[in-house]
């Protein structure tokens, strides 16, 4: 059975995406942080789903989940990563505090994730 890592897997296009893969007969793994019912419907319904929570602004301690959850995703034959965050505000109110957290949570933990897979 192939199997496909997800991350923002409680978002829209995370939970159509699972279930698309499920449908494929996939084993999925999927990353969220804020769980909504949907997710947790979905989790609970499908023994080929699996749920891991991660956040992903906590970049500290990232590595660390990362490992803690290796077995997890050591076999991932795909991986989208869908995790974002988003502040939405004017351009000409955009600071460097707010790039770096954008890159921190968007672009660090998907490098970092391939490095382990």
């Given at each position: ?34 769980g ?21 602004s ?8 990362f ?48 490095k382990?897979?």
């Amino acid at each position: 059975m192939k199997q496909i890592f997800i991350t923002g897997g409680s978002s829209d296009i995370g939970i159509a995406l699972i279930k698309r893969y499920l449908e494929k007969n996939y084993k999925v793994v999927a990353q969220f942080y804020n769980g909504r019912k949907s997710f947790e419907t979905l989790v609970k319904n499908n023994e080929n789903l699996k749920a891991i929570n991660i956040d992903f602004s906590e970049t500290k301690n990232l590595e660390n989940s990362f490992i803690e959850y290796s077995e997890d995703f050591s076999n991932t034959d795909i991986l989208v990563n869908l995790a974002a965050m988003f502040e939405p505000r004017a351009f000409e109110k955009v600071s460097a505090s707010h790039l770096l957290r954008a890159l921190k949570v968007n672009l660090i933990p998907g490098l970092i994730l391939t490095k382990h897979i």
